[in-house]
């Protein structure tokens, strides 16, 4: 079964650079989570999107911003990067009218030096 | 106090034992649970999902929902290395747009 796909698995970027982050969500889930995850630290919320629309907000800096596009596809853009941003970075979808289970990618693994 | 707690560990066991992973929540409004185990370096995988008290069974995997105490278990039955992982219960809200809240995860270790 198609799983979530996210791009690239690691990235390494210097301070005050900026990234993206990319998730391709399972087919036909209309609902995409961002995470981010520290060392040893349970999965963090950023930002949910559902149906392009942005849904509820977490712990999300405002250097950080995301968006949904229309094939549901989503991207995280972070900027003026901080030694502190380096983590795990997890996209997860789900399907809302059904309340069904979120589904996590793999991760982007981002380390700022 | 966080929404979710989650004893951390780490847990230690010998292969063949049963394992019993615990959540405790504490808003009543919560509905949907799950499950996740999650290997190093890799993203949470979804173990177990259930929206009513009681037991659901999957494999070697049972996963028990109390709302009644808002409490809720995961079990493992025969316990192989491969499944020393961290374990995290997650919980969320019916309807509208999906919060989840993660417990802390537990780090389980199956010696052989």
């Known amino acids: 079964a198609a799983g979530v796909i996210q791009s690239p698995r690691h990235l390494i970027k210097e301070k005050r650079e900026t990234a993206t982050l990319k998730c391709y969500p399972i087919p036909r889930h209309d609902t995409v989570y961002w995470y981010q995850q520290g060392p040893g630290q349970d999965p963090q919320f950023l930002i949910s999107?559902?149906?392009?629309?942005?849904?509820d907000k977490g712990s999300i800096p405002d250097r950080f911003s995301a968006q949904q596009f229309s094939d549901y596809h989503s991207e995280l853009n972070m900027s003026s990067l901080e030694l502190g941003d380096s983590a795990l970075y997890f996209c997860a979808s789900s399907s809302q009218g059904v309340n069904s289970p979120l589904h996590f990618g793999n991760g982007t693994r981002l380390t700022v030096t | 106090q966080k929404e979710v707690e989650q004893d951390p560990g780490p847990l230690s066991v010998p292969e063949g034992a049963i394992v019993s992973l615990n959540c405790t929540y504490s808003?009543?409004?919560?509905?949907?649970f799950m499950w996740y185990r999650q290997y190093s370096r890799k993203g949470p995988e979804l173990l177990m999902y259930t929206y009513s008290s009681g037991n659901k069974e999957d494999g070697r995997f049972t996963a028990q929902v109390d709302k009644s105490s808002k409490y809720i278990s995961l079990f493992i039955r025969d316990s192989q290395p491969s499944d020393s992982a961290t374990y995290l219960c997650a919980i969320f809200n019916s309807g509208g747009y999906q919060k989840v809240t993660f417990g802390t995860g537990t780090k389980l270790q199956v010696i052989p």
């Open positions: 999107f559902y149906e392009k629309m942005q849904s």
């Open positions: 808003n009543s409004a919560f509905q949907y």
